[in-house]
């Protein structure tokens, strides 16, 4: 895939209306009051808008939230299927399902940020936003409704897209969080307008697509998180890539597995031990150095409180489970990753959420905070992690996207970004 884009930078939008994808998806507060509880993703999007804003762009923006059910006919399909009793499903439901899911809090707290009226239009291509999107000025802002109303949306039907980018000249995405789905508003509309990328996806594609593509080496990529086979594309790909490939978290007691080690009640997937043989192997084969913990902190139950030791790989006894890297191996990692020149990080090495057991994740982050590499965090957990501990701002790059940016450590080809005009 190529990761050379076309930016908001290389297009004129002055006076242009602009469709621009963003990720608002942000988390709610679970008693549907329209709090919002982390506007991480709003703020985000900020310097792409604001840019745009300042050229004398007149911004349609837009974004999906949640898994809104578009008709009331797949909402009874979907509650019949998760067993609800027919009498209990009823349309006033499935609206109240919808308007928890609308774009209110955003434009509420978009407005706050930009100190500026963010216009919201009651539909996404309905006549209210196409009324809207026309009688938009340059350095206004618009807001379309949440796009997942749209039925089209998922299915990147191309009537929605056509829609969509009739209202506006050209189209800016930024929302990388949403660059692994082929929809109607993240890839469908690049048909029909020429498209470019906003600065996070810049950012996404420079660091990410740049560690990937032509890293500064030597390249290390750590690797953990729970299991192997939610990992097999990332371990792949990195595998033809990477110089060292280290691995941690709940994966590592299936390669121990696989060795002939005994693993107690750890984490195992009994069939990929296989697998993990194979790629032992393969690295060997291929002169990547494959670093696996050599001691391990075990619990007597999984809980934030459970009794703990520290043991051998591949010597816990029974009634016990590794929740976390040992300080050998904490040592050998941190020393594997002191020359770097990248390091590409996606899974905690342990379970982080449980102070108990954060301390091998800890001691990788602070490590990866001390070396003069480019430090690469990918993940959802991963990023969470690192956030958590206090290491967010020590870091190159933390991406804002999980699934896509797995997805696109996997070397997969991202419809959201392939649509974009190459720079
Ligand atoms: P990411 O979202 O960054 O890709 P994953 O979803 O693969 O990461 O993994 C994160 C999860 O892995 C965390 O919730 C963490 O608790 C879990 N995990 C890490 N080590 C272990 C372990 N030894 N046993 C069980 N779960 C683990
Ligand atoms: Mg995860």
């Not at 027919?86 to 349309?91: F, L, R």
């Not at 084969?285 to 009794?307: E, I, N, R, S, Y």
């Not at 591949?314 to 990753?337: M, N, S």
């Not at 430090?375 to 699934?403: E, P, R, W």
């Amino acid at each position: 895939m190529n990761y050379n884009k076309k930016t908001v930078k290389d297009v004129d939008v002055k006076g242009k209306k602009v469709l621009l994808r963003c990720d608002f998806n942000v988390p709610m507060a679970k008693d549907g009051s329209g709090v919002i509880t982390d506007d991480k993703r709003i703020r985000a999007a900020l310097p792409t808008i604001q840019y745009l804003l300042d050229q004398g762009a007149a911004v349609i923006a837009c974004s999906h939230m949640g898994k809104p059910v578009a008709t009331f006919e797949s909402y009874v399909k979907k509650q019949t299927e998760k067993g609800k009793d027919p009498a209990s499903i009823t349309e006033e439901k499935w609206k109240k399902s919808l308007a928890e899911l609308r774009m209110e809090p955003v434009a509420a707290r978009l407005s706050e940020l930009l100190g500026k009226p963010v216009i919201l239009a009651d539909d996404v291509v309905g006549p209210d936003a196409q009324a809207k999107a026309a009688a938009l000025e340059p350095g206004q802002i618009l807001l379309l409704q949440n796009t997942r109303f749209e039925k089209g949306e998922t299915k990147n039907d191309p009537e929605l897209a056509k829609k969509m980018a009739a209202m506006a000249e050209v189209y800016v995405s930024d929302a990388f969080g949403a660059v692994h789905r082929a929809h109607a508003s993240t890839a469908g509309v690049a048909d029909y307008l020429p498209a470019v990328s906003g600065f996070l996806i810049q950012k996404e594609l420079d660091f990410i697509g740049g560690a990937l593509a032509d890293p500064k080496r030597p390249l290390v990529a750590i690797l953990g998180g729970s299991k192997v086979s939610s990992k097999i594309g990332v371990i792949n790909n990195l595998l033809e890539i990477a110089d060292t490939i280290i691995i941690g978290g709940g994966m590592a007691y299936t390669f121990s597995a696989a060795q002939g080690g005994k693993v107690g009640d750890s984490l195992l997937e009994e069939d990929w031990k296989d697998y993990a043989n194979d790629m032992v192997k393969k690295a060997a084969d291929k002169g990547v150095k494959l670093l696996l913990p050599v001691d391990t902190v075990v619990a007597d139950a999984f809980a934030p409180d459970a009794k703990s030791q520290v043991v051998k790989s591949g010597e816990i006894p029974d009634g016990w489970q590794g929740l976390d890297i040992g300080p050998e191996t904490v040592a050998l990692y941190c020393q594997a990753v002191a020359g770097a020149g990248t390091v590409i990080w996606n899974g905690p090495m342990g379970v982080f959420e449980f102070a108990a057991f954060a301390k091998g994740t800890e001691a990788v982050a602070e490590a990866l905070s001390k070396t003069d590499a480019i430090t690469i965090i990918g993940g959802g957990d991963s990023a969470a992690a690192v956030q958590q501990l206090g290491y967010a701002d020590k870091m190159t790059h933390i991406s804002t996207g999980g699934g896509a940016s797995l997805e696109f450590m996997e070397g997969k080809e991202l419809p959201g970004v392939a649509c974009l005009l190459d720079a």
